[in-house]
């Protein structure tokens, strides 16, 4: 089975950085994506890893340590529309195409 | 362009009506995915169709009822549903690429079951 685990909720300030953190213990890795979910509306897609280090992306980036399970979305220069759930997913080896989903984190970005 | 479309976008239905969902791309994208989501919950995986095959069901109930009638749609019929089953909806479409097999989500139907 997979089990994975983010932090419930968490605020940062308009302007500075904040670290999402997700852990992970799977039967089998072959990734993990980050997804950006406003409420009311689809998962839209921020990056993917699947080796060990540092994907950067403008203001996001995302690290992984696959020796450790475990994963961090950098968001970096925060902004208001940044407020939303930041959901972690892991694809395992074998069974399908399928993705697991943590539970989210939900960011709320303050002034 | 990653566009996912899916109609309609709110659906309120009683327990004895049929209904259906419908999702389509045009991304050439041959895996197709069916979620359902709670408020404040992750998506839960339904079903997936790789190469217009259903390929995974996740144990749902008949009365979720999946079809893939060609590459591009996806549709997703209801029949005799409860109240629990009320939920955003979302379809995703993927290449079916061996690494970083991206799904891209539609914007979801959000259904409420009287």
């Known amino acids: 089975g997979q089990n994975i685990d983010q932090p419930t909720e968490m605020t940062a300030t308009e302007g500075a950085i904040v670290q999402i953190n997700c852990t992970y213990q799977?039967?089998?890795?072959?990734?993990l994506f980050w997804y950006q979910q406003h409420a009311g509306e689809a998962p839209t897609f921020l990056s993917y890893n699947v080796l060990d280090g540092l994907e950067e992306k403008g203001r996001f980036s995302s690290f992984l340590s696959r020796s450790k399970g475990y994963s961090y979305l950098l968001l970096k220069e925060l902004q208001m529309k940044d407020s939303a759930s930041y959901l972690c997913a892991v694809k395992g080896r074998g069974g399908g195409n399928k993705l697991t989903f943590g539970t989210g984190t939900q960011l709320k970005v303050e002034l | 362009d990653t566009e996912v479309t899916q109609t309609p976008k709110h659906l309120v239905m009683g327990m004895t009506n049929k209904k259906s969902l419908k999702c389509e791309q045009h991304?050439?994208?041959?895996?197709m995915y069916w979620y359902k989501q709670k408020a404040k919950k992750p998506p839960e995986l339904m079903f997936v169709y790789s190469y217009e095959k259903l390929s995974i069901n996740e144990s749902v109930p008949s009365r979720f009822s999946p079809e893939c009638p060609n590459s591009s749609l996806l549709n997703l019929h209801l029949h005799a549903l409860q109240p629990e089953d009320s939920a955003l909806y979302l379809c995703?479409?993927?290449?079916?690429?061996?690494?970083?097999?991206?799904?891209?989500f539609g914007p979801g139907t959000r259904l409420t079951v009287l």
């Open positions: 799977t039967s089998g890795f072959n990734g």
């Open positions: 995703a479409s993927s290449p079916l690429l061996a690494g970083a097999d991206t799904q891209y």
């Open positions: 991304m050439g994208h041959r895996a």
